[in-house]
């Protein structure tokens, strides 16, 4: 069930705008995230799985932070140009790393990768030893 396009905009227009994107369900760890950045940023969140509101945010947004590197985040880099033309910061936490979907994402729309922990960034890496190439890869653990 698509939970909707939820706007925080601060009446300082000259704010930056984040657009923080999640498959529905999967959006308690970005929900405080998105709640911490509403004081110095305009915010759009989507957590839902409608291609169309969220390249909405895309279009929208300065910056876009894909929350779990899964299906969605496939579908956005592999079928979005406008990513591109935008920072996009990538977080990604275990199931991830184990489930097979780094290697098909397009990381060239990549800006940034947030690891949750270390030991997931050497998995993933080990799975896919290339990412470096693309993108800047950060380990910022979760409750930070």
Known sequence: MDQGINIV?????????????????LETFIKPIAAWFCDS??????????????????????LIWLEFCNEL???????????????????????????GYVPA????????ILFVAEH?????ISQFPKLGDFVEMHVVPNGV
């Not at 940023?41 to 300065?62: H, K, L």
């Not at 496939?74 to 990604?92: C, F």
């Not at 997931?120 to 993933?124: A, N, Q, R, S, Y």
């Open 9 to 25: 905009e601060a009446p300082d227009s000259g704010k930056k705008r984040i657009g923080f994107l999640c498959l529905p369900g």
């Open 41 to 62: 940023y305009n915010i759009r969140t989507y957590y839902g799985n409608n291609i169309n509101d969220a390249i909405s945010i895309i279009d929208w947004a300065d």
């Open 73 to 99: 985040v496939i579908e956005l880099t592999n079928r979005v140009p406008q990513l591109k033309d935008k920072k996009v910061i990538v977080r990604l936490h275990s199931y991830e790393a184990l489930s």
């Open 105 to 112: 994402v397009n990381w060239s729309v990549v800006d940034e």
């Open 120 to 124: 997931i960034k050497k998995m993933t």
